[in-house]
């Protein structure tokens, strides 16, 4: 039966780990998986979190099934959190919500569901952009495409290149976008060209998916929103996938959403209806846990208010992580000029390190960071950032 069954690759983040955890060094450090870590180097549980999952446990309350879309009070939670609490979206019913299993899960059940609208057309990701929005898209029968988005020159985007690109799509070619952290360049485009890239979404009518993975990683929550913001006011009907993986260091609990924005309620009421069956031919409902803290921690104003403060710390302490890297790959003697790590946005830095030099990091260091050079700055630390810059600058000297 299996063999003609071909080995597959490993994937280029999960599989990076896989080597690193194997890794009998007791200095190695992974700049891989886009995970934050605090100074110690541990993955934090928030305080936010531990509260209100305190209150949750000491409930013990049995576990019955959630509905299909999951439960209300988080997914109304998600849409406050992504258009304002007095958003007259939410209030005209336009915004249909579903729990997604983390951020890829929502990407996934979005795209089963503009799949099955049966439109004949492509979907299209950024070139560079995150390694999975490629195979999530065509493990849901698309044809995927790219269109241009980063100058590895200017190491900021190419905004000309990005308007040609989606210019030249055909209708319906559904647009995944990255609403704020750019992952993997750390480069954000501003929001006059947000507003530029809406008015040509609309012109050529594509179907933006704005994939929201870092709210509060750049510089608030708020302000994250800005693009979502945006499109909200567009008067479009657009797709947006949440993650609180990053946000609520909830990883393994994988707490994402789906929100589709339609022209009215009576829309929403059929969008929903049929995004029901793909999920519940996909895993049936999701589970309890994690949507259960997320959604008591943005509904309490005190949890909530916690959670923000430990958000911005994260925020804060990647940002000094950025600083000190910089420094200190100029004291370690680098000719080149890295101040670019620290305009980039959200977890990662795109070093501009080639294939080549991270495999020798990785063998001759043990430091770990994939193939395209991407490094996650929120996993450098006071005790293993100088390991990471000296190495660096031998392997580029
Ligand atoms: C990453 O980009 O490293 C993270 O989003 C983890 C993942 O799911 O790939």
């Given at each position: 039966l299996f063999t003609s069954v071909q080995l597959a690759p490993k994937d280029p983040i999960f599989g990076l780990t896989e080597a690193y955890v194997a890794d009998?060094?007791?200095?190695k450090v992974n700049l891989g998986v886009g995970v934050y870590t605090t100074d110690e180097g541990k993955i934090p549980l928030l305080q936010a979190v531990m509260q209100a999952e305190e209150t949750l446990v000491a409930k013990h309350a049995p576990r019955g099934y959630v509905p299909i879309e999951g439960p209300n009070p988080f997914n109304l939670a998600v849409q406050q959190l992504l258009?304002?609490?007095?958003s007259d979206l939410i209030k005209e019913g336009r915004v249909v919500t579903a729990e997604g299993i983390g951020g890829t899960g929502a990407l996934r059940i979005g795209a089963d569901f503009i799949k099955r609208l049966n439109l004949n057309a492509p979907a299209a990701i950024s070139n560079p952009t995150w390694e999975n929005h490629r195979g999530i898209f065509e493990s849901a029968g698309f044809e995927v495409i790219e269109y241009t988005y980063f100058d590895g020159n200017t190491r900021g985007v190419d905004f000309a290149g990005m308007v040609k690109s989606l210019e030249s799509f055909p209708a319906n070619t559904t647009v995944v976008l990255h609403a704020c952290c750019h992952n993997p360049t750390g480069a954000d485009i501003t929001e006059a060209q947000w507003v530029q890239v809406i008015e040509i979404c609309k012109a050529k009518k594509l179907i933006p998916f704005l994939d929201m993975?870092?709210?509060?990683?750049?510089?608030g929550i708020e302000q994250d929103g800005a693009a979502v913001r945006l499109f909200a006011k567009s008067g479009m009907s657009f797709f947006v996938s949440s993650s609180f993986s990053k946000s609520f260091s909830l990883y393994g609990e994988r707490v994402g959403a789906l929100s589709i924005i339609t022209e009215s309620k009576e829309e929403s009421t059929r969008v929903m209806s049929q995004l029901k069956r793909v999920i519940r031919t996909n895993y049936s409902n999701p589970p309890t846990h994690g949507a259960a803290i997320t959604a008591a921690v943005l509904n309490s104003p005190e949890l909530r208010k916690l959670w923000e403060d430990e958000l911005a710390q994260m925020r804060e302490r990647i940002k000094s992580m950025r600083e000190a890297l910089v420094t200190k790959l100029a004291a370690a003697?680098?000719?080149?000029?890295?101040?670019f790590i620290n305009e980039q946005r959200g977890m990662?830095?795109?070093?501009?390190?080639s294939p080549e030099q991270v495999e020798r990091l990785q063998k001759e260091d043990g430091i770990y960071a994939l193939s395209?050079?991407?490094?996650?700055?929120?996993?450098?630390n006071t005790k293993n950032i100088d390991k990471v810059a000296t190495a660096i600058a031998r392997i580029l000297a």
């Open positions: 009998q060094r007791a200095d258009f304002g609490a007095d993975a870092y709210q509060g990683f750049a510089d003697g680098t000719k080149q000029d890295f101040s990662f830095s795109y070093s501009g390190l395209t050079g991407r490094i996650c700055v929120a996993a450098l």
